[in-house]
């Protein structure tokens, strides 16, 4: 969906998400567009289906527009319309699982299941976005495939892609607890260790000065490895800004947890070293790599996916943390969950945080049968590349308006 371009001149529009050669000609150049905008409509958990454009006032910045077209759609077909003009809109829909997981939750077949049987429709889309590799699904396998196969199919790559994209990450955070409680046993960590963890066996202060920057340096490397690649997202959403189709995404993302050294540990190896300005330094140099900055631009990543016209949901799968004595085993998903929480409001888009992704499914896919679209043309429309931002209201009605945040006008 995104900015729907119609010229009323014959323009030759080049799509980009940022440029540094452009005329002040082009900056300013005044032309037409038509404005598509899903938006969907509830009564508290009833979603508002009688509603026309008499009903709906939309601004764009602050500027009320004329509404030209309203469309209510179900699944893929229109169920109805009230229009000035018709847009005959592409009502179709093009879904995107889009998986970052380390391990397989076997309620992820569960959603599998609900999806084809309850929402996928045969003049949809499918793509699925794993660790390692993306699919399609054709539409003679569609056409061709009982439902049952189509499903094991989905479970059996997204499974084996976990698998193997997961390996080197779960190598180095199993070398990473190993390390952990290693050090732990020189600060006064209990001596006791699981099967899968084993300890160095060294003492003193030479395994001391060994294992803290072999610490830093493994965590820096699986830092590497868990960071969302921001760059991917901006290129998912510019290729996908000017697909007609109803574009809806279901973001998969597992908690993720990083062994550290217990506040106990620390303290008892910094009062035991007071007089080694080595062994001081590195272990204050810890204190900095628990500190994480969020790098993610969450305002540019927020209005990209908006002007793409992408329905972006956040799929959160909560896990409790193992417990491993000396080792404390903190929470490094929180900056994610921030960015792609507002990320997905941004869109018009839910969050669900859950231990059962079946059940998230479900509650984020509850939004993707029904909507209106509405198309409007700015007033005084300016190809300036800035940010519009619109706001839909319904008149005489206490209703919650779910839509995107706006676009850019490119």
């Not at 038509?34 to 026309?52: A, C, K, S, Y």
């Not at 109805?80 to 009502?91: E, N, S």
């Not at 699925?128 to 790559?157: F, N, R």
């Not at 900095?288 to 790098?295: A, F, V």
Request: with cysteine.
């Amino acid at each position: 969906m995104g900015v729907k371009m119609k010229k009323v001149l014959l323009i030759c529009v080049i799509l980009f998400l940022s440029s540094g050669f452009s005329s002040p000609q082009e900056q300013h150049q005044v032309t037409v567009i038509n404005v598509m905008v899903p938006v969907r409509i509830f009564e508290g958990d009833r979603f508002v289906d009688d509603l026309t454009l008499a009903d709906l006032e939309l601004y764009e910045d602050g500027q009320l527009q004329d509404i030209q077209a309203l469309y209510l759609t179900n699944k893929a077909d229109i169920a109805r319309q009230d229009t000035k003009r018709d847009f005959m809109p592409i009502v179709s829909r093009r879904f995107y699982f889009i998986f970052q997981i380390r391990d397989y939750n076997p309620k992820i077949t569960e959603a599998i299941e609900y999806f084809f049987d309850n929402i996928f429709h045969p003049e949809d889309a499918l793509e699925v976005h794993t660790p390692v590799k993306i699919y399609t699904l054709s539409k003679e396998a569609v056409q061709s495939k009982p439902k049952e196969t189509l499903i094991k199919d989905m479970q059996y790559v997204i499974r084996k892609d976990a698998q193997i994209g997961a390996l080197e990450y779960k190598s180095m955070l199993k070398e990473l607890k190993k390390i952990v409680r290693s050090i732990s046993m020189q600060g006064g960590g209990q001596a006791s260790m699981m099967r899968d963890i084993d300890a160095s066996g060294q003492t003193g202060l030479d395994s001391l000065q060994f294992l803290l920057p072999r610490y830093r340096d493994t965590m820096s490397k699986m830092e590497e490895l868990r960071m969302v690649d921001e760059k991917w997202f901006y290129q998912f959403a510019a290729q996908r800004r000017r697909l007609e189709q109803q574009k809806v995404v279901f973001y998969f993302y597992q908690r993720e947890y990083r062994p550290e050294i217990s506040a106990g540990v620390m303290n008892n190896l910094m009062s035991a070293n007071q007089d080694d300005m080595n062994v001081m330094g590195q272990l204050q140099d810890m204190f900095q790599h628990y500190h994480r900055e969020i790098n993610l631009n969450e305002d540019l990543l927020k209005k990209v996916f908006a002007d793409s016209g992408i329905l972006f949901n956040f799929l959160f799968i909560d896990k409790n943390p193992e417990t491993i004595s000396g080792i404390t085993m903190r929470e490094q998903s929180e900056d994610v969950f921030k960015v792609f929480t507002n990320v997905a409001a941004a869109t018009g888009g839910v969050t669900d945080n859950s231990q059962n992704p079946a059940a998230a499914f479900r509650n984020a896919a509850a939004i993707t049968g029904r909507s209106y679209i509405l198309y409007y043309s700015p007033q005084n429309y300016v190809k300036d590349g800035e940010f519009k931002t619109i706001t839909v209201k319904v008149k005489g009605r206490d209703c919650k308006v779910i839509h995107r945040l706006g676009y850019f006008a490119e």
